[in-house]
C-alpha cells in the first residue's frame, strides 16, 4: 500500500508480509507457487532451437571466430615508435647497401655459376689424379688428423665398456665379487675390478662369523632307511633297537625320579609345622647371652675384658726391648737371605723351567684341540635359544605286523606341521616352547536374594500342589 507524506517530503511505501498458505493440496501447489523461473528458463530453450540450436551443445568454433583483420583506425591510431637521440649511430645507413649472405664453397655441388661449374670439374679431375691444391690438401691433413683422433676416442670407450663388463662364472665358487674383500673366498680380479667400477666403493670387509649359519642341520633330514613304506630287513631292525634305546634311556630316567621321591619322608601338617618353628625360631634363644639373675632380683651382667690390666710391675724394660728389636731384625735378614739363595738356585734350574713351559704348552694345545672337538660335536646339535630345551621328537616307526608293500594301504605316521616347527626349534630358528594351560578361574557361588524368598515358598507351593492332585 502506498501513501504520499503530507508535509512533501517523500513517498513511504509498505511491503505487505507473505501471506502464509498450507501447501497441502495440489490445487494451493498450482496457485501459490512462482515458477517464473522456469518458464523463463523453457522460453529461452525454445528461442534457442528455433535460431540454429541449444548453445551449450555447440563447439567452440561455431560460436566464436578470431579477428585477424586490422581496422584502417587502428592502423592510423598507432603511433610511431620515436628514435631516442641516444642511439642515432646504431640505426643502419640507407645509403650503404647491407653484406650479401655468403653462400660456402662446396665443389660436390654445382651452382649456378658457369665458370665456377668449370673451375669445380677441373679440380676433381686433377683431384682424381692425384693432383691437389695446397689449401685442399691442408684441409684434407685436418680431416685426416681429425677422423684418426675420432677413431681413437671410440677405441677408448670400447675398451672402458669392456672392461665395465668383466665375464666369470655367476654360479661357480668366484661368483660374488664382494668375497674377495671380505676375504672369504679367492675370486678373479676382472670380478672385483668390475664390483669397484660399477658401484665406486670399497666394500666394507665383514667379520668371518657374518657368513656362518645359525647352525649345520640341514633344512631337510633324510629320515633312516628303515622308516620307508617297504623298507629291508637290516635297516627295519636297525630303526628299532634306535628306538628301544631311546624309550629304555626314558624309562632309566623315571625310574631314578621315583627311587629319589621314595626316599623322601612324607610328614604330616603337625609334623611339618614343628619342624618349620624348630627352623625358624633357631638361634633366637641363646644361653651365652643371657644375664644372671641375683637373689635379690637384680640381674649382673658378666665383667668380660680382652685384655688383663696394665699393672705397673709387669712392664718392659730396655734390656726386653733391644732384645726383641734384634731378633726382628735377625728374622727379616734370615728371609731376605732366604729369597736370595732360591733366586740364584733358580738359575741352575733352567731345564726344569723349560719342562714346565713345554708342558703347559702341550696342555694348552690339547686343551685347544678339545675345545674345537666339542664345537664340531656340538654344532649339529640344537642350541638353548630360550628358557626351555629343545626335545626330540619321538622317532616315527612301523612294527613288522604293521608294515605293507602298497602306498594305498600305508596310515601315515606322525603330524607334518609339528614335525616341521620342532625342526625349527632344532636349526635355532625359533626358541623352544611348552604348551602351558590357563588355570581355571574360581568363580564366588552365592544365591540372589530373589532366590531366596523363591527357595523359601517353595515348600509351601509343592504341599498346594499335592493336595489339588489328592482333590482330583
Same mark, same amino acid.
Given at each position: ?11 513511504? $511505501? ?6 502464509? =498458505? ?24 525454445? !528461442? ?62 654445382? $651452382? ?14 686433377? *683431384? ?13 691433413? =685436418? ?13 677408448? &670407450? ?22 674377495? @674383500? ?10 672385483? &675390478? ?110 668380660? $675384658? ?69 664345537? @664340531? ?13 629343545? *626335545? ?23 603330524? !607334518? !606341521? ?13 626358541? @623352544? ?20 524368598? &523363591? ?15 489328592? !482333590?482330583?
Amino acid at each position: 500500500m502506498d501513501s504520499s507524506d503530507s508535509y512533501g517530503l517523500g513517498v513511504v $511505501t509498505r511491503v505487505s508480509k507473505k501471506k502464509k =498458505v498450507s501447501k497441502n493440496k495440489k490445487k494451493n501447489w498450482r496457485k501459490h507457487t512462482d515458477i517464473k523461473d522456469v518458464e523463463e528458463f523453457l522460453e529461452d530453450q525454445r !528461442l534457442q532451437l528455433r535460431t540454429g540450436g541449444i548453445v551449450a551443445d555447440k563447439p567452440d568454433e561455431s560460436l566464436f571466430f578470431e579477428d585477424k583483420k586490422q581496422d584502417a583506425e587502428d592502423k592510423g591510431r598507432r603511433k610511431k615508435k620515436k628514435i631516442r637521440p641516444i642511439y642515432p649511430n646504431l640505426e643502419p645507413d640507407p645509403n650503404i647497401k647491407p653484406v650479401p649472405k655468403p653462400i660456402p664453397y662446396n665443389p660436390n655441388k654445382a $651452382t649456378g655459376n658457369k665458370k665456377l661449374k668449370q673451375k669445380v670439374r677441373e679440380l676433381n679431375q686433377l *683431384e682424381k689424379l692425384g693432383i691437389f691444391t695446397p689449401g685442399r690438401l691442408d684441409k684434407l691433413q =685436418v680431416s685426416l688428423r681429425q677422423s684418426a683422433r675420432h677413431r681413437e676416442e671410440k677405441d677408448k &670407450e670400447k675398451a672402458s665398456r669392456e672392461s665395465g663388463t668383466a665375464e666369470y662364472d655367476l654360479w661357480g665358487d668366484s661368483a660374488d665379487p664382494v668375497s674377495k @674383500a671380505y676375504g672369504k673366498k679367492k675370486v678373479d680380479e676382472g670380478a672385483s &675390478e668390475h664390483y669397484l667400477r660399477v658401484t665406486k666403493k670399497v666394500p666394507k670387509k665383514l667379520p668371518i662369523q657374518y657368513f656362518d649359519k645359525p647352525t649345520k642341520v640341514p633344512a631337510v633330514e633324510v629320515e633312516a632307511p628303515g622308516a620307508s613304506y617297504n623298507p629291508s630287513f637290516e635297516d627295519h631292525q636297525e630303526l628299532i633297537l634306535a628306538t628301544y634305546k631311546v624309550e629304555a634311556e626314558k624309562e632309566k630316567k623315571e625310574e631314578k625320579l621315583t627311587r629319589w621321591h621314595s626316599n623322601i619322608k612324607k610328614l604330616s601338617a603337625r609334623e611339618l609345622e614343628k619342624a618349620y618353628m624348630q627352623e625358624m625360631s633357631a638361634g633366637i634363644f641363646n644361653k651365652a647371652d643371657e644375664t644372671a639373675e641375683a637373689g635379690d632380683g637384680t640381674t649382673i651382667e658378666e665383667d668380660i $675384658t680382652p685384655n688383663p690390666p696394665v699393672v705397673p710391675d709387669a712392664r718392659k724394660t730396655r734390656k726386653q726391648r733391644r732384645k726383641e728389636k734384634e731378633e726382628k731384625i735377625k728374622s727379616q735378614k734370615l728371609s731376605t737371605d732366604k729369597t736370595d739363595r732360591i733366586r740364584m738356585n733358580e738359575v741352575y734350574r733352567l731345564r726344569g723351567i723349560k719342562r714346565e713351559l713345554t708342558k703347559g704348552e702341550e696342555e694348552s694345545e690339547k686343551n685347544k684341540k678339545a675345545r674345537v672337538e666339542k664345537r @664340531a660335536a656340538e654344532a649339529g646339535m640344537p642350541k638353548q635359544v630360550g628358557k626351555h630345551r629343545v *626335545e626330540e621328537p619321538d622317532l616315527a616307526i612301523k612294527l613288522s605286523d604293521e608294515l605293507c608293500g602298497s602306498l594305498r594301504e600305508l596310515k601315515p605316521e606322525g603330524d !607334518l !606341521l609339528i614335525d616341521r616347527y620342532k625342526h625349527f626349534q632344532k636349526r635355532n630358528l625359533i626358541e @623352544a616352547r611348552i604348551s602351558v594351560k590357563g588355570k581355571k578361574q574360581k568363580m564366588k557361588e552365592y544365591t540372589r536374594k530373589s532366590h531366596k524368598d &523363591e527357595l523359601q515358598t517353595l515348600p509351601f507351593r509343592n504341599a498346594k500342589r499335592n493336595a489339588r492332585k489328592l !482333590l482330583k
